[in-house]
């Protein structure tokens, strides 16, 4: 399992209900997503690509966005890095309309997450701060995940750190493998340790269910708040 740079990407990337019925849900409601400030990740090997503009002068500062269509059932945005893009991915069945909606929606939230965009430092590459943070992490890493992993009653998983476009971790937890994105390096101690339980949480349950969620609120209360900050939310 995955934790977007997102991110998330609520334990979990953010969605919203493609509204069969042609309805949206108001922002606000339980269905209206928080979206999510990530860097681009993969497309799906099935897609169908194409720009929404919204021609109604009362809204021309509806943000221009780049929808994906693929087989999901929710509909779900991101904001790139450091472009500040918005990308919607789409059921194939989900309507423009109910999509520009959607994006009308999120305008203000939008409009926050490019300014962070634009505020947060440039994306980590490959050189000696990549490597420097490596090493930093090679050392301080694993006793944090082995202190979780014996609170957590869980044997220590094998561990590696890369850098990442667009997640924050992941864990494959039939290898019992947990792989760190490079760019937590540069983030506060807390939202790594947050990474860290998140990931460790996968190995009960691979799946973001109740009973995923209820693994973290009772190992790691208030993680929310760790993930809004991680996220730029």
Same mark, same amino acid.
């Given at each position: ?39 681009? =990740?993969?497309?799906?090997? !099935?897609? #169908?690509?194409? +720009? ?8 021309? &500062? /509806? ?89 957590? =009653?869980?044997?220590?998983? !094998?561990? #590696?750190?890369? +850098? ?8 494959? &937890? /039939? ?59």
């Amino acid at each position: 399992m995955t934790l977007d740079l997102s991110s998330g990407g609520p334990l979990g990337t953010p969605e919203f209900p493609a509204a069969p019925a042609g309805l949206l849900a108001a922002p606000g409601s339980p269905a209206a997503p928080e979206g999510l400030l990530a860097a681009p =990740g993969s497309s799906d090997d !099935r897609e #169908s690509r194409g +720009r929404g503009r919204d021609s109604d002068s009362a809204l021309r &500062s /509806v943000p221009d966005y780049a929808v994906t269509r693929k087989r999901m059932k929710h509909l779900r945005m991101r904001v790139s890095i450091p472009d500040g893009e918005v990308l919607v991915s789409a059921p194939f069945h989900a309507k423009q309309s109910v999509i520009h909606a959607f994006v009308v929606s999120r305008t203000d939230w939008i409009r926050r997450q490019q300014q962070l965009a634009l505020d947060l430092p440039a994306p980590l590459t490959a050189g000696p701060e990549a490597e420097a943070l490596r090493r930093e992490m090679r050392e301080s890493v694993p006793p944090l995940m082995a202190y979780w992993a014996d609170r957590m =009653g869980l044997a220590v998983p !094998r561990l #590696s750190l890369r +850098r990442m476009t667009s997640r924050w971790g992941t864990c494959n &937890s /039939v290898k019992k493998h947990v792989t760190l994105n490079l760019e937590l390096g540069r983030r506060d101690p807390e939202l790594l340790e947050y990474v860290i339980v998140h990931e460790l949480a996968h190995l009960y349950e691979p799946n973001h269910s109740k009973r995923f969620y209820a693994v973290m609120d009772k190992y790691l209360p208030g993680w929310q708040g760790k993930r809004r900050e991680l996220n730029g939310r």
